[in-house]
């Protein structure tokens, strides 16, 4: 059986090799197929093409505030909790006032004081020159009238004289009648409280000085007409001497014009400063409510009520979240193409389905580092609904310029060595290789200078290819949008 099998065995190849000799010779493979290398390639499409910058930063809010006590004391109330809206002006929380409104009680009584006092130094100011000229009015009538006497007594009474003193007598008896009726309706008025203290006063000196004016003039009269005596002289003498006193010290009395000029002054300053003080311990009041300073989000919470805080300690931190920022970094050599106002596409990990548009909001005039690089600052609107917090990380793209209906290339394609770049087209399943400049370029096209629009470019299997090297097409791929 062994041997029959083995029979069958040779018989078939004998079959096998007449058959291959006895069919047509097959084709023998060409040096250029044999050579071939079998690459992918893509179309140069024409498109429009941005030429971009990338940045990053961290969001930041343009008011992050740690909304602080003025004043220490007792929370009494805390009215709000994180992540709580607040328009500017609301109340945040509500110190203690009990010490400050006893204060305030008492510093509106002072004011009061004040007033009265100020309003009763302005009348005194104002009578007193008109009873400083009715005392110096008096006491000089009251010195011609003494000094009269003593003349007359000294050289004894003429005709003429005895004449002149009855004269006198008149005149100062008229004198003493209309002193005397105006000193008892002053008395009426002031009784009545219808004018002040110093008018009356002023009345009754005027009374009083007259009434001596008459005695004096009676007493002179008499010693004409009875001759004088040595000690009635003397007492004349004395009498001369006390009125001159008399007269000098009303003088003196124009003094008090000023003094009570000065006293107005004085009680204007003192209402002027119970006024202040009344006026601070209403601000301190203020002060004792907590309000917000603009519109935003509370972060954080740092009393409750019931707690003590000093002078400037926290309240909360409040951050305003509709606008923010982030700072970036950028080489100098953008310093030409970067400029205030360009719009910057941003997205942040969080979101990273969304995109928020911002713009270059500044260019800050010093650089950020011994790098050189420079210092921008990004800023952008949240949407309504808020999503963006500040101390996200964000990453900005910013457009330079865009080029227009250009030829764009597979990156796929492209091929770097040193500063030159250059990529492999196909023509006649012939691959050749072309130097290129790029111009600009994203994550899967690049502008290159020197392609045009239909051409085919090499994007897998460069790597085995040289200039004029033959190449089989396994596939056409296709340009990322």
């Not at 300053?269 to 006024?275: E, K, T, V």
């Given at each position: 059986m062994?041997?029959?099998m083995?029979m069958?065995?040779?018989?078939?190849?004998?079959?096998?090799?007449?058959?291959?000799?006895?069919?047509?010779?097959?084709?023998?493979?060409?040096a250029?197929?044999?050579?071939?290398?079998?690459?992918?390639?893509?179309?140069?499409?024409?498109?429009?093409?941005?030429?971009?910058?990338?940045?990053?930063?961290?969001?930041?809010?343009?008011?992050?505030?740690?909304?602080a006590?003025?004043?220490?004391?007792?929370?009494?109330?805390?009215?709000?909790?994180?992540?709580?809206?607040?328009?500017?002006?609301?109340?945040?929380?509500?110190?203690?006032?009990?010490?400050?409104?006893?204060?305030?009680?008492?510093?509106?009584?002072?004011?009061?004081?004040?007033?009265?006092?100020?309003?009763?130094?302005?009348?005194a100011?104002?009578?007193?020159?008109?009873?400083?000229?009715?005392?110096?009015?008096?006491?000089r009538?009251?010195?011609?009238?003494?000094?009269?006497?003593?003349?007359?007594?000294?050289?004894?009474?003429?005709?003429?004289?005895?004449?002149?003193?009855?004269?006198?007598?008149?005149?100062?008896?008229?004198?003493?009648?209309?002193?005397?009726?105006?000193?008892?309706?002053?008395?009426?008025?002031?009784?009545?409280?219808?004018?002040?203290?110093?008018?009356?006063?002023?009345?009754?000196?005027?009374?009083?000085?007259?009434?001596?004016?008459l005695?004096?003039?009676?007493e002179?009269?008499?010693?004409?007409?009875?001759?004088?005596?040595?000690?009635?002289?003397?007492?004349?003498?004395?009498?001369?001497k006390?009125?001159?006193?008399?007269?000098?010290?009303?003088?003196?009395?124009?003094?008090?014009?000023?003094?009570?000029?000065?006293?107005?002054a004085?009680?204007?300053?003192?209402?002027?400063?119970?006024?202040?003080?009344?006026?601070?311990?209403?601000?301190?009041?203020?002060?004792?409510?907590?309000?917000?300073?603009?519109?935003?989000?509370?972060?954080?919470?740092?009393?409750?009520?019931?707690s003590?805080?000093?002078?400037?300690?926290?309240?909360?931190?409040?951050?305003?979240?509709?606008?923010?920022?982030?700072?970036?970094?950028?080489?100098?050599?953008?310093?030409?193409?970067?400029?205030?106002?360009?719009?910057?596409?941003?997205?942040?990990?969080?979101?990273?389905?969304?995109?928020?548009?911002?713009?270059?909001?500044?260019?800050?005039?010093?650089?950020?580092?011994?790098?050189?690089?420079?210092?921008?600052?990004?800023?952008?609107?949240?949407?309504?609904?808020?999503?963006?917090?500040?101390?996200?990380?964000?990453?900005?793209?910013?457009?330079?310029?865009?080029?227009?209906?250009?030829?764009?290339?597979?990156?796929?394609?492209?091929?770097?060595?040193?500063?030159?770049?250059?990529?492999?087209?196909?023509?006649q399943?012939?691959?050749?290789?072309?130097?290129?400049?790029?111009?600009?370029?994203?994550?899967?096209?690049?502008?290159?200078?020197?392609?045009?629009?239909?051409?085919?470019?090499?994007?897998?299997?460069?790597?085995?290819?040289?200039?004029?090297?033959p190449?089989?097409?396994?596939?056409?791929?296709q340009?990322?949008?």
């Open positions: 062994h041997t029959q083995e069958l065995m040779g018989l078939s190849l004998v079959l096998m090799l007449s058959a291959c000799r006895g069919g047509a010779p097959a084709p023998r493979a060409t250029s197929e044999s050579s071939a290398v079998t690459v992918a390639v893509a179309e140069v499409k024409a498109g429009d093409l941005s030429e971009e910058v990338e940045v990053t930063g961290e969001l930041t809010s343009y008011a992050d505030t740690l909304v006590a003025k004043l220490g004391g007792k929370m009494v109330e805390v009215r709000v909790r994180e992540g709580d809206r607040v328009s500017k002006g609301q109340v945040l929380a509500v110190q203690d006032q009990s010490d400050l409104r006893i204060q305030l009680q008492q510093a509106e009584a002072a004011v009061r004081a004040a007033e009265a006092n100020l309003k009763q130094a302005e009348v100011a104002k009578v007193q020159p008109a009873q400083t000229d009715a005392q110096i009015q008096s006491a009538a009251a010195l011609l009238a003494a000094q009269a006497r003593l003349r007359a007594l000294q050289t004894g009474a003429r005709p003429q004289e005895r004449q002149q003193a009855e004269q006198q007598v008149t005149a100062a008896r008229a004198n003493y009648e209309l002193a005397k009726a105006n000193f008892e309706r002053a008395k009426q008025l002031y009784e009545q409280g219808a004018i002040p203290k110093q008018q009356y006063d002023a009345q009754k000196a005027a009374y009083e000085a007259a009434q001596a004016q005695r004096q003039a009676e002179a009269l008499s010693l004409v007409r009875e001759g004088p005596r040595r000690e009635e002289i003397e007492a004349a003498e004395q009498a001369v006390q009125a001159e006193e008399a007269y000098r010290q009303a003088l003196l009395g124009k003094s008090q014009i000023e003094l009570r000029q000065q006293q107005v004085a009680a204007r300053a003192a209402l002027a400063q119970a006024r202040a003080n009344c006026a601070y311990l209403k601000q301190q009041l203020t002060d004792t409510v907590i309000r917000a300073p603009f519109d935003g989000w509370v972060a954080q919470r740092f009393v409750d009520h019931g003590m805080v000093g002078q400037g300690a926290p309240i909360v931190r409040l951050v305003d979240l509709q606008r923010l920022y982030f700072e970036a970094t950028l080489p100098e050599t953008l310093l030409r193409e970067v400029r205030v106002g360009m719009p910057v596409q941003v997205r942040v990990d969080a979101f990273p389905e969304r995109v928020f548009m911002g713009k270059v909001e500044a260019i800050y005039p010093a650089t950020a580092d011994n790098a050189r690089n420079l210092r921008i600052r990004v800023t952008l609107t949240n949407p309504a609904d808020l999503p963006l917090k500040t101390g996200l990380f964000a990453r900005g793209k910013i457009r330079l310029r865009t080029y227009r209906n250009v030829p764009l290339t597979p990156k796929l394609a492209l091929i770097e060595k040193g500063d030159a770049t250059r990529v492999f087209v196909v023509e399943n012939i691959a050749k290789a072309r130097l290129v400049r790029i111009r600009a370029s994203n994550t899967a096209v690049a502008y290159a200078e020197g392609m045009r629009p239909g051409e085919q470019v090499v994007i897998r299997g460069q790597d085995l290819l040289s200039d004029g090297q190449v089989r097409i396994a596939e056409t791929g340009r990322s949008p």
